[in-house]
C-alpha cells in the first residue's frame, strides 16, 4: 500500500523542514520528486538525501511568488515527467503579530508567499494533471486555519485562504479525477519554529520551547516525518475517496484540548 512507483510529484519549499521530509517520503514510496525551492543550495541537499536513498529527484530553482516563473517552471516540469501527479504546496513563512502592529508591508509579504504562491502552484500544477489525466494536491495549511492563536493574523488568514482554496479546487475538479485535500499541521519542530522563537523571543528560546511543545494535548510539538506520512497517504492511490479534507496532524490541538 502507499507506493508511489511511476508517480511524479511536485513538493515546493522542499530544501527544509516539512518540505524536506515530505519529499524524502514520497521518494522513499518510488516518485520522482522535483523539489521546488527558492534556496538552491537547500534544495540540492535534499535532492541529495533523495538520491543517496536510492530514489529518484531534481531541483528547481523557483520563487512560489512570482506567477510567470511558477507557470513556465510547472509547464517545463510537465513536459518533462510527461504530466504531474502529486503537488504539495507547501512553501510557507511565519509571521507574528496582531491588527495593531502588522504593518500593511508584512501583511502583503506573508500573503504573497502563503496565499497567492499556492494560487500560482495550482494555476500551474493543475494544468498539467488535466493535461495527464488527474492527479492528487496536497496544500499545507495550518490549525490556525480555523482556530485562532495570539498575534497570527496576517499568518492565520493566509492559511484560512489556503483551506477555502483547497476546497474550491476540490469541487472544481472532481471530475477530472483531482483530489485536493489540506493537511493542519499543529506545532511541527522545524527550522521555522526555531527561527520564529530566536526572532521572537531571544531572550527566553528555552522557556518558549517548552511552553509551545506542552500547548499540543499530546505534551510535544510534531515531527515533519509524522505531517510527511499524511501527505504520503493522501498522494496515494489508497486515498482516492478523499476530497476536499482538512486533515489535521496536530496532536490533538484542534479536537481534544
Ligand atoms: P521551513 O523549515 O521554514 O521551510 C519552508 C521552506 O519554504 C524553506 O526552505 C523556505 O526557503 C521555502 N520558501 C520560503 N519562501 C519561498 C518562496 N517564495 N518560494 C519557494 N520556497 C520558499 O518551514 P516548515 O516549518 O517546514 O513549514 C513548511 C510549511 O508548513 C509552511 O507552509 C508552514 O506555514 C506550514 N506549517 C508549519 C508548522 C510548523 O510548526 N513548523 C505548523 C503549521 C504549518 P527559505 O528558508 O530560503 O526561506
Not at 499545507?140 to 477555502?164: F, N
Not at 520551547?209 to 509524522?226: A, C, D, H, N, T
Not at 486533515?247 to 490541538?253: A, E, K, M, Q, R
Amino acid at each position: 500500500m502507499f507506493r508511489l512507483e511511476g508517480k511524479s510529484a511536485v513538493v515546493t519549499g522542499a530544501g527544509s523542514g516539512i518540505g524536506r521530509a515530505i519529499a524524502l517520503a514520497l521518494a522513499k514510496q518510488g516518485a520522482f520528486v522535483d523539489v521546488l525551492e527558492i534556496d538552491d543550495e537547500a534544495a540540492g541537499v535534499t535532492v541529495g538525501q533523495i538520491r543517496a536513498a536510492g530514489g529518484q529527484a531534481e531541483a528547481t530553482a523557483c520563487d512560489v511568488t512570482d506567477h510567470g516563473q511558477v507557470l513556465d517552471v510547472f509547464d517545463q516540469l510537465g513536459s518533462d515527467r510527461g504530466g504531474l501527479d502529486c503537488l504539495v504546496n507547501n512553501a510557507g513563512i511565519a509571521h507574528v503579530g496582531n491588527i495593531t502592529d502588522t504593518s500593511e508591508a508584512d501583511f502583503d509579504r506573508v500573503m504573497s508567499v502563503n496565499l497567492k504562491g499556492v494560487f500560482n502552484c495550482l494555476k500551474g500544477g493543475v494544468r498539467q494533471m488535466l493535461n495527464s489525466g488527474g492527479g492528487s494536491i496536497v496544500n499545507i495549511a495550518s490549525t490556525v486555519a480555523t482556530m485562532a492563536i495570539h498575534d497570527r493574523l496576517a499568518y492565520g488568514t493566509s492559511k484560512g485562504g489556503v483551506l477555502a482554496m483547497t476546497y474550491s479546487v476540490a469541487k472544481d475538479h472532481l471530475h477530472d479525477d483531482i483530489r485536493c485535500n489540506a493537511i493542519l499541521p499543529g506545532r511541527i519542530h522545524t527550522p521555522f519554529v526555531d527561527g520564529f522563537i530566536a526572532k521572537n523571543y531571544p531572550d527566553n528560546q528555552a522557556e518558549m520551547f517548552k511552553k509551545l511543545s506542552e500547548y499540543q494535548p499530546i505534551g510535544r510539538m510534531g515531527k515533519p516525518e509524522e505531517v510527511a506520512a499524511a501527505a504520503v497517504f493522501l498522494c496515494s492511490d489508497e486515498a482516492s475517496f478523499i476530497t476536499g479534507a482538512p486533515f489535521p496532524v496536530d496532536g490533538g490541538t484542534l479536537y481534544v484540548r
